[in-house]
C-alpha cells in the first residue's frame, strides 16, 4: 500500500546532534551528505511513484524518497546492493543524505530495494512510461538553477557502453538459445521435443559433436534441431507467448537465407541480430578498431563558457546500432523545449542533411566541429542562393544569364558569360567549368551547406566555439573511470537506460559538489 513518506521530527538520545562533536557535524550538513539532502532528497517527488503500489491493499511501502536517493548514491559511488544496503543500515553519512537522525530508524533488506527496481521496470513496460527520465529531468533542472548555469549553449557526444553478456560464438549463441528455451518448457512439453535434440545439450553429447563435426557442419546441424523445435510448437499458443520462444524464432531469422532457409555466412550476419538471449535488446557494433556488443550512451551538456561547472542535460541509451544522427534528431526537440538551446556543439558525425533540417525546425544552431570527407579544392561557399529556385550570384556579385535548381537531385546549376568570368579575381578559387558558349556551374546544395560550414571555421569566433566541445569527452570518460560506465551491470533496455540516467544524476550531484564545496568527486571510503 502506497504511503507518502514524512520525516521523524523527535529527537532522541541516539540521534548524531547528541553523540558527535560539533565539528563532526558541521562536516556532515556542509560536506556531500547534507548538500544531497537539501539539493536532491528534498525534491525527489515520490508521488508520482504511487501508481506502483496498491491504494488500500497491503503493508505500507518503504519510503520511495530514500529508495531513489540511495540508486542516486549508488551510482555516485559505482557501489553493489549490499554496499548500498549497508551504508544505509551503518554509514552515518548516508543516513545524514536521506534525512535519518539515529541508527535503526529505519531498517532496510536486499530485497526492498531489488523488488523496488522490479516495479519500475515493470511499469516502464506496461505503459512506456520511464519515470526515472522523469525524476533525472525534474533534479537536473533543479540543479542546473541551484548552480546558476546557462543552457543556451550545449554539447552533444555518444560512447559505445559494453553490455552485461559473454560474447557468443554462432555455435554457443544456438546451443545457449535453445536451452533457455527447454527450460522454460515443463515436463509435459519437453516430452514432445525429440530426445536426439535434448541430447545435444548435455556436455557430453556436444563435446561429441565438436569432436567429429567442422564447426559449419554443427551449425547446420544445431540450426535443424532449432527450426525443428520452433515448428513443432508453432500452433502451441501458451509457448508463443514465451520469451524464450520469440528469442529461439528471432535466431533462425538472424542466421538464415530468408529465400532457402540455408546456413548465413558469418559476413552476413546483421549488426542488429541477437547476440546472447540473456540481453535481446544488446546489437553488434564496430567503430573504428574497436568492437562492442552492447548500447551507445548518448548526453547533452551544458558548454556555456562562464558556467563555473557543467552539468548533464539529456541521457540516452540505444542498442549500439542507432547513429550518432538518429540520436540527434530524437533528442534535439525535447532538450530544446526544456533547457532553451541556442547553440548545439557536434562532431561531424552528427551533421547531416537531415539534422539539419531538425535544427532549423528548432531554431538551433548546429555547429560542427568537424566534417566527414577532405576539403575541396574549390569552395562554393560565396554563392548566393534563392532557396530551391537557382543561385543568385557569384562571389563577385555577378548575376547568371541563367540559372536552376532540381529539387529531385538537390543540384543547383547556373549559366554565366565568358566575359563575366575574365579577369575574375575569384577565378582560381571557383568550380566553375569553360564550355564553348558559355561558362558554366553546378552543385548540390548539401555541397554548398558543407562549403559555407568549412568557412565558418575559420571565423574567430566559431573557432572558440568549436573550443568548447571536447570537455565532453572529458565527461564521458570521466562516467566511465569513476561511475563504472564501461560497462553496464544491468540487461536490457529499460534498464540501461534506468542506470544511465541515475549515473548521469549522480554525475550532476557531484559537479554541485564541487561548486559549493571546492572539492573534487565525495569520498565513500572511510
Given at each position: 500500500m502506497y504511503e507518502e513518506y514524512e520525516e521523524d521530527d523527535r529527537r532522541g538520545f541516539g540521534d548524531f546532534e547528541h553523540n558527535l562533536p560539533q565539528s563532526k557535524q558541521d562536516h556532515l550538513d556542509e560536506g556531500w551528505p547534507g548538500i544531497f539532502y537539501r539539493k536532491i532528497f528534498n525534491n525527489i517527488d515520490e508521488s508520482k511513484f504511487k501508481v506502483l503500489f496498491s491504494s488500500d491493499m497491503g503493508r505500507p511501502n518503504f519510503p520511495v524518497k530514500i529508495l531513489i536517493a540511495l540508486e542516486i548514491l549508488r551510482q555516485l559511488f559505482d557501489l553493489t546492493d549490499k554496499e548500498v544496503v549497508d551504508s544505509f543500515n551503518y554509514d552515518v553519512r548516508f543516513m545524514k543524505a536521506v534525512g535519518l537522525k539515529r541508527v535503526g530508524q529505519l531498517n532496510l533488506s536486499y530485497r526492498t530495494v531489488y523488488e523496488f527496481r522490479d516495479r519500475i521496470v515493470e511499469h516502464a513496460k506496461e505503459t512506456g512510461n520511464n519515470l526515472i527520465k522523469e525524476i533525472f529531468e525534474e533534479l537536473t533542472d533543479e540543479l542546473i538553477e541551484v548552480a546558476d548555469l546557462e543552457t543556451e549553449i550545449q554539447k552533444m557526444d555518444s560512447t559505445m557502453v559494453d553490455a552485461n553478456i559473454k560474447h557468443l560464438s554462432r555455435?554457443?549463441?544456438?546451443?545457449?538459445?535453445?536451452?533457455?528455451?527447454?527450460?522454460?518448457?515443463?515436463?509435459?512439453?519437453?516430452?514432445?521435443?525429440?530426445?536426439?535434440?535434448?541430447?545435444?545439450?548435455?556436455?557430453?553429447?556436444?563435446?561429441?559433436?565438436?569432436?567429429?563435426?567442422?564447426?559449419?557442419?554443427?551449425?547446420?546441424?544445431?540450426?535443424?534441431?532449432?527450426?525443428?523445435?520452433?515448428?513443432?510448437?508453432?500452433?502451441?499458443?501458451?509457448?508463443?507467448?514465451?520469451?524464450?520462444?520469440?528469442?529461439?524464432?528471432?535466431?533462425?531469422?538472424?542466421?538464415?537465407?530468408?529465400?532457402?532457409?540455408?546456413?548465413?555466412?558469418?559476413e552476413d550476419i546483421s549488426a542488429d541480430s541477437l547476440q546472447n538471449p540473456n540481453d535481446p535488446d544488446a546489437t553488434y557494433r564496430r567503430k573504428g578498431n574497436s568492437s562492442s556488443q552492447g548500447y551507445s550512451l548518448n548526453i547533452s551538456e551544458t558548454s556555456h563558457p562562464d558556467n563555473p561547472v557543467q552539468m548533464i542535460t539529456d541521457v540516452a541509451v540505444e542498442p549500439n546500432v542507432c547513429s550518432d544522427v538518429d540520436f540527434l534528431e530524437n533528442r534535439l526537440p525535447g532538450l530544446n523545449e526544456r533547457t532553451a538551446l541556442d547553440k548545439l556543439l557536434v562532431d561531424g558525425g552528427y551533421h547531416g542533411e537531415t539534422t539539419q533540417t531538425t535544427a532549423d525546425e528548432e531554431d538551433v544552431e548546429l555547429v560542427p566541429t568537424d566534417l566527414t570527407g577532405q576539403d575541396p579544392e574549390y569552395s562554393t561557399a560565396g554563392f548566393k542562393l534563392k532557396d530551391e529556385q537557382g543561385i543568385a550570384a557569384c562571389p563577385a556579385g555577378v548575376v547568371p544569364q541563367k540559372s536552376k535548381y532540381l529539387e529531385k537531385n538537390d543540384y543547383y546549376a547556373a549559366w554565366f558569360k565568358k566575359s563575366d568570368c575574365s579577369g575574375c579575381s575569384f577565378r582560381n578559387k571557383c568550380p566553375i567549368t569553360e564550355q564553348k558558349q558559355d561558362m558554366t556551374l553546378r552543385f548540390t546544395g548539401r555541397r554548398h551547406e558543407l562549403d559555407r560550414?568549412?568557412?565558418?571555421?575559420?571565423?574567430?569566433?566559431?573557432?572558440?566555439?568549436?573550443?568548447?566541445?571536447?570537455?565532453?569527452?572529458?565527461?564521458?570518460?570521466?562516467?566511465?573511470?569513476?561511475?563504472?560506465?564501461?560497462?553496464?551491470?544491468?540487461t536490457g533496455m529499460i534498464k540501461v537506460n534506468i542506470n544511465g540516467a541515475f549515473k548521469a544524476l549522480s554525475y550532476n550531484f557531484n559537479q554541485l559538489c564541487r561548486l559549493i564545496t571546492g572539492d573534487h568527486r565525495p569520498s565513500y571510503s572511510t
Open positions: 555455435i554457443e549463441l544456438m546451443r545457449r538459445t535453445l536451452d533457455n528455451f527447454v527450460s522454460d518448457l515443463d515436463e509435459q512439453q519437453k516430452q514432445k521435443i525429440h530426445k536426439n535434440i535434448l541430447a545435444i545439450l548435455s556436455e557430453e553429447k556436444f563435446q561429441e559433436y565438436l569432436d567429429e563435426y567442422a564447426k559449419k557442419e554443427i551449425r547446420e546441424i544445431l540450426l535443424g534441431k532449432i527450426k525443428t523445435v520452433k515448428q513443432h510448437f508453432k500452433n502451441d499458443d501458451e509457448v508463443n507467448s514465451l520469451e524464450s520462444y520469440e528469442l529461439l524464432c528471432r535466431l533462425v531469422d538472424d542466421q538464415t537465407i530468408e529465400a532457402g532457409g540455408e546456413l548465413k555466412d558469418d560550414l568549412r568557412e565558418k571555421h575559420e571565423d574567430s569566433e566559431y573557432k572558440e566555439l568549436m573550443k568548447l566541445r571536447p570537455a565532453v569527452e572529458g565527461t564521458i570518460s570521466a562516467l566511465k573511470r569513476a561511475y563504472g560506465l564501461y560497462k553496464f551491470k544491468v
